[in-house]
């Protein structure tokens, strides 16, 4: 699903005999935009499935649209610079950093031989995105300083680098009613409240722009719980930033997991803090929990030495990136929030503690802190360690027909890491051969998918025998997870904490249904 900008007047002349004659298979469209402000409002619109802009000429008559992540291909937008927007590159990067966009300016397609060079690179790295198993390589190990696909390490880079200047919304941005872009209404607002104050929540059954809402009131309402001034047009954009910062092909690690996460560390936390600055720091921090997670593992990113295992020694790689990205976000979006302050740097450390106790590698020792402890826990980041770290495995929580759907989705997840380690095995160069592994593009069970679901299905409703039926695994795993780490640690957080004692009800029914069906 490649995509064709043209932007500001610029023509498709200086690349259409190179594109009919050598890639006519490139791009799936081009899209026709009257300047930069129209482009990024269009980018931010198609990624939550919003309503066309009016006047943008596009192959399609519809005034509606289905999400469009940029991932399952690339993006060339061509346009003539202006004083405001000379090089748009910075912007992608900061705004849209999943999305595989690379902006050029129409000058630099008339250098001799530009518009070759650069049309051949995009058909080797479309032929990569149309793979997930490469695609996830690509992320993964490749550390190219410029490109247009999505790399690990070029987005910690990147963050660092923001984290370090001083830096401003383009105005074009902040002139968005991202409000507005989500369609809000008071009924969509009230049908989702009632979604989230729930543990029954079923974040499958909902869109890219709700999810982004939902996110947005439980930090809107946290925020004016503990009385934290914050403007709903910056907070959105957090939101949209954030949104665009996970992967939305991902099976089970993506935006969807993050809110999931985050309603459940709210509910867990409005039951056993009393601080409201606290529980929006928990709700906070499960919501950036997983950013940039690329779908895979530890394991995997230690074993074939990736950039961003080498980065941080091999201790707590992902936990460590996500804890590095979100905050830097934060320091962008909301910096009172983590000031340079005394108050804003333990604001910093809770968050980042809190992010570093979803790394499985500790289970055990929160585990022992639970056993040991023969009170509730007092001190606050512990306390906020420990709630995170439940919502981040509550899955097994949730009632049955909701955990069996993510049952699903991590079992998808966890083939693509053993293809993933196949393919890496073989030495599978990034040249698009995905020999060695199966691709994702076709079968019943495996379409590129958005947010891991294929978008018309109605995978909400899928019952827990039917989805057994389809994915014969789930039973077993289940019962691992259950018995290797999820029973105990929800024995004893309750224990500790009597108040949540549904968890590990619910942990032991749902056991008792994987049984019956293995």
């Known amino acids: 699903m490649s995509s064709l900008f043209l932007v500001g007047g610029v023509t ?14 490139l791009f799936d469209r081009v899209v026709v935009l009257d300047d930069i402000d129209q482009l990024l409002l269009y980018l931010y619109r198609e990624r939550v499935g919003a309503k066309y802009v009016t006047g943008v000429s596009t192959p399609s008559t519809s005034n509606t649209m289905k999400p469009w992540s940029f991932e399952t291909g690339v993006a060339l937008i061509v346009h003539r610079p202006n004083g405001t927007y000379k090089d748009l590159n910075p912007i992608l990067q900061r705004f849209f950093p999943c999305f595989n966009a690379i902006a050029l300016t129409e000058s630099q397609l008339h250098d001799d031989g530009s518009a070759l060079s650069i049309l051949s690179s995009l058909q080797q790295l479309a032929d990569i995105c149309r793979n997930r198993i490469a695609r996830m390589t690509y992320w993964m190990y490749e550390d190219e300083p410029f490109g247009s696909l999505y790399q690990m390490i070029r987005h910690l880079r990147f963050s660092q680098q923001m984290n370090q200047q001083a830096n401003t919304i383009p105005r074009a941005i902040r002139s968005i009613d991202f409000a507005s872009l989500l369609g809000v209404t008071p009924e969509m607002e009230s049908r989702l409240w009632d979604s989230l104050d729930t543990w029954s929540f079923q ?33 959105l954009l957090l939101l949209f930033t954030l949104e665009s910062s996970y992967h939305q092909v991902n099976r089970f690690h993506n935006f969807r997991h993050a809110v999931d996460v985050m309603q459940a560390a709210w509910q867990l936390a409005k039951r056993l803090l009393t601080d409201p600055l606290q529980i929006l720091l928990v709700t906070l921090a499960a919501l950036g929990h997983d950013v940039g997670h690329p779908g895979a593992n530890n394991q995997l990113l230690c074993k074939y030495n990736s950039p961003i295992a080498l980065h941080y020694k091999e201790r707590s790689v992902l936990e460590s990136l996500h804890t590095d990205i979100f905050t830097s976000l934060l320091s962008d979006y909301w910096p009172q929030l983590i000031s340079k302050s005394s108050q804003g740097r333990q604001h910093m450390e809770l968050i980042s503690e809190a992010i570093m106790a979803t790394d499985m590698a500790f289970h055990g020792d929160y585990v022992r802190q639970l056993q040991e402890s023969n009170r509730a826990v007092d001190d606050p980041r512990s306390l906020s360690s420990l709630i995170l770290k439940a919502a981040d495995i509550s899955n097994v929580t949730r009632p049955l027909k909701i955990s069996a759907q993510w049952a699903a989705l991590i079992t998808l997840e966890f083939d693509d890491c053993a293809l993933l380690d196949r393919y890496k095995a073989t030495g599978s160069k990034r040249n698009g051969n995905t020999s060695g592994s199966r691709s994702y593009d076709e079968g019943k069970n495996s379409p590129e998918l958005e947010h891991g679901i294929g978008y018309s299905d109605d995978f909400h409703c899928s019952s827990p025998e039917h989805l057994t039926d389809n994915f014969p695994t789930i039973p077993a795993g289940q019962i691992f997870f259950i018995d290797t780490f999820a029973e105990q640690f929800f024995a004893e957080f309750c224990k500790a904490f009597p108040r949540v004692n549904f968890l590990v009800e619910n942990v032991k029914s749902n056991r008792e249904f994987w049984v019956s069906r293995s």
């Open 12 to 25: 498709q002349d200086p690349l259409q005999d190179a594109i009919d004659t050598r890639f006519p298979s």
């Open 203 to 235: 974040a499958h059954s909902l869109q890219t722009k709700e999810l982004v809402y939902c996110g947005f009131l439980l930090l809107r309402q946290c925020a004016n719980d503990c009385k934290l001034a914050v403007q709903d047009n910056k907070l």
